[in-house]
């Protein structure tokens, strides 16, 4: 089967060195962004493998100790059992380095305490465990550990989809007093991106008042322009009252100049009365 390692890529491409024994893995941007590898799991997860003929069940607990004894050491951070009566230790939770990929995720190499059979020339070769962490393709994929093959040199390898290397936290340098934490979330007493806009915005209106009260200042004129205009926005339109009365006949003239009865009074009404009193006679 194909396996992704980071020992198969370019030494220029490689992390520098590996890091040994944190769970703290910073990505290929240097230290902006870190993958936490203790949110993989907190207990121990059982995992059935095979070799050839032999069949195996490993139990692992990345980055802690493996809270069942299983037989094998103290500090197993992975234990390999065959049957019922024996036990191997291939990866120690005190001796362990990680990597991250070049293409995302993370890689573990964890040496174990019991020497490897397979080695007939170099007696001191241990088992190891080699772990690569990978992001889930789809939401559709299972998340675990799957064990894919043991090499000739005593490795066991295993494949592990977990969502805790899919999006590295963002770590970012916090001045004294406040800033952003972990994720760019806004500490207690420091300043986010909306806060900081409140502040340009704020400083901007205060200089263009300060610019309107010194033009102000220096004109007597504009001053006053500027006042009457607030007063006249300040104030609401009102509806003009209009006042009616009767005019006297003298100033009742139409546009020709004679004079017109208005409501029967005037000139004219006088001189009707006094025709009536000529006919009587």
């Given at each position: 089967?194909?396996?992704?390692?980071?020992?198969?890529?370019?030494?220029?491409?490689?992390?520098?060195?590996?890091?040994?024994?944190?769970?703290?893995?910073?990505?290929l941007?240097?230290?902006?962004?870190?993958?936490?590898?203790?949110?993989?799991?907190?207990?121990?997860?059982?995992?059935?493998?095979?070799?050839?003929?032999?069949?195996?069940?490993?139990?692992?607990?990345?980055?802690r100790?493996?809270?069942?004894?299983?037989?094998?050491?103290?500090?197993?951070?992975?234990?390999?059992?065959?049957?019922?009566?024996?036990s191997?230790?291939?990866?120690?939770?005190?001796?362990?380095?990680?990597w991250?990929?070049?293409?995302?995720?993370?890689?573990?190499?964890?040496?174990?305490?019991?020497?490897?059979?397979?080695?007939?020339?170099?007696?001191?070769?241990?088992?190891?465990?080699?772990?690569?962490?990978?992001?889930?393709?789809?939401?559709?994929?299972?998340?675990?550990?799957?064990?894919?093959?043991?090499?000739?040199?005593?490795?066991?390898?295993?494949?592990?989809?977990?969502?805790?290397?899919?999006n590295?936290?963002?770590?970012?340098?916090?001045?004294?007093?406040?800033?952003?934490?972990?994720?760019?979330?806004?500490?207690?007493?420091?300043?986010?991106?909306?806060?900081?806009?409140?502040?340009?915005?704020?400083?901007?209106?205060?200089?263009?008042?300060?610019?309107?009260?010194?033009v102000?200042?220096?004109?007597s004129?504009?001053?006053?322009?500027?006042?009457?205009?607030?007063?006249?926005?300040?104030?609401?339109?009102?509806?003009?009252?209009?006042?009616?009365?009767m005019?006297?006949?003298?100033?009742?003239?139409?546009?020709?100049?004679?004079?017109?009865?208005?409501?029967?009074?005037?000139?004219?009404?006088?001189?009707?009365?006094?025709?009536?009193?000529?006919?009587?006679?």
């Amino acid at each position: 089967p194909l396996f992704r390692s980071i020992a198969a890529c370019p030494v220029e491409l490689s992390r520098r060195n590996p890091i040994t024994g944190s769970c703290k893995v910073p990505g290929l941007d240097d230290v902006k962004t870190t993958y936490d590898l203790t949110q993989v799991t907190s207990q121990d997860v059982s995992v059935p493998g095979t070799s050839g003929d032999d069949r195996y069940v490993f139990f692992l607990n990345p980055c802690r100790t493996l809270q069942g004894s299983y037989n094998c050491d103290p500090d197993v951070m992975v234990c390999q059992t065959k049957g019922q009566s024996s036990s191997y230790t291939i990866g120690l939770s005190t001796e362990f380095d990680v990597w991250p990929l070049l293409d995302g995720g993370v890689e573990m190499r964890s040496n174990g305490s019991t020497p490897c059979h397979h080695s007939n020339s170099d007696k001191t070769m241990k088992k190891q465990t080699i772990i690569e962490f990978t992001c889930p393709s789809d939401e559709t994929e299972k998340e675990g550990p799957v064990f894919l093959y043991e090499s000739s040199q005593c490795h066991y390898v295993f494949s592990w989809t977990t969502k805790a290397v899919c999006n590295p936290i963002e770590i970012v340098d916090l001045p004294e007093g406040g800033g952003s934490n972990v994720d760019g979330l806004p500490s207690k007493g420091g300043l986010n991106g909306g806060k900081v806009f409140g502040i340009i915005v704020l400083v901007i209106v205060i200089l263009l008042l300060v610019v309107l009260t010194v033009v102000l200042v220096r004109s007597s004129r504009r001053r006053a322009a500027f006042f009457a205009a607030l007063k006249w926005c300040g104030s609401s339109p009102k509806t003009p009252a209009y006042k009616y009365s009767m005019l006297k006949s003298e100033e009742a003239n139409d546009e020709s100049g004679e004079n017109l009865n208005v409501f029967g009074t005037g000139k004219a009404a006088e001189d009707e009365e006094e025709d009536d009193d000529l006919l009587d006679l």
